[in-house]
């Protein structure tokens, strides 16, 4: 118990420590060469950065918008396409038994205009509402007056209306193009070469490759403007390689902290100080659907491991294929 507890304390002394260590600051070497401080000459390092070829996120319901009216009437078709499965499942059912009740109160007016009723009424009427909204017309019932024949007329115009809607909306749903790209859990701050850089990496889900993918890193801090106003801060952490022609499996992308670094001379303490966040966005054309996707994740410093890399995924066989090992893409390992 008192050597688990002595390794506890000396952990939590190490973690501290990091938290309060320049992101450029790099461990010694074990051969014990270098400074630990990054060569800009170092080219090796760079070469290996490009071997690898192959905002902690809040939901729209944590945000309150004050002055801002949503009305769902004046944005109805964007709503229905970012809503969820459930919801809109729920919200399309509910709506169809609503829209073929009134009906069917409709109809209640004149019962008796209505032939081949079996059920009670109003239960009876209701199916009825529903054969006439869908087009159905089982012939079982049918009306003999001029008001149900009016409604009818009305309803029947509104069920055609209606199914050209959401068969619309249906397919948008099924047809918005999505990227299925996998984001690592961690990002880690990799000191290979002896130069420190933020490194992230991605996937490709998928076995159609994504073709001409465009990445964008973008460090966000709340910082105080010179006129005493919190502001939301966006320094682009320029990337060794932003634009990957095909992306078929994996691929780590690299931020060197050069002196130039909005991440130069930053702590980890500070940084959550000022509620910094790595943002990254990926634009690219999936090859078989033709279409631009779109991808985003956000990191905050809590979950960037410092001297760190991540565990190499894709291997060759002894029979000349390659396997790329996904269970192990968001491990990392201390170096």
């Known amino acids: 118990m008192k050597r688990l507890f002595h390794h506890y304390r000396k952990r939590n002394r190490q973690g501290e420590a990091e938290r309060h260590t320049k992101l450029e600051d790099v461990a010694p070497e074990p051969s014990g060469k270098g400074n630990g401080r990054f060569h800009l000459s170092t080219k090796e390092a760079v070469r290996r950065f490009r071997a690898h070829a192959l905002v902690e996120e809040k939901n729209h319901r944590d945000v309150v918008r004050v002055g801002l009216k949503d009305s769902v009437w004046a944005d109805l078709y964007h709503h229905a396409l970012t809503a969820s499965w459930p919801a809109f499942a729920a919200i399309a059912v509910v709506s169809y038994i609503v829209i073929n009740l009134v009906f069917a109160l409709l109809y209640l007016v004149a019962p008796d205009q209505i032939t081949g009723l079996s059920h009670g009424k109003l239960l009876s009427l209701f199916f009825f509402s529903v054969q006439t909204l869908s087009t159905v017309g089982y012939g079982t019932m049918s009306p003999i007056g001029a008001y149900p024949n009016a409604v009818v007329s009305v309803e029947v115009f509104v069920g055609m209306m209606l199914t050209a809607l959401a068969t619309g909306v249906v397919f948008a749903r099924f047809a918005r193009p999505r990227a299925r790209l996998m984001f690592s859990n961690m990002a880690v701050i990799s000191n290979e070469g002896g ?57 780590v992308m690299a931020h060197v902290i050069t002196p130039d670094s909005p991440l130069h001379g930053k702590t980890v303490a500070e940084l959550e100080k000022e509620e910094a966040e790595i943002i990254v966005t990926v634009t690219g054309t999936d090859e078989a659907l033709g279409q631009t996707v779109f991808a985003r994740t956000a990191y905050r410093f809590d979950r960037v491991q410092h001297n760190h890399r991540f565990v190499d995924i894709v291997l060759s066989r002894p029979d000349g294929r390659i396997t790329v090992d996904y269970t192990r893409f968001h491990d990392v390992e201390a170096h």
């Open 195 to 251: 130069i420190p850089a933020l490194c992230i990496r991605i996937a490709n889900l998928r076995m159609s490759v994504i073709l001409s993918v465009d990445i964008e890193v973008a460090l966000s801090r709340l910082v105080m403007s010179d006129n005493g106003h919190l502001v939301r801060k966006f320094d682009q952490l320029l990337l060794m390689q932003s634009h990957v022609p095909v992306l078929r499996f994996a691929f």
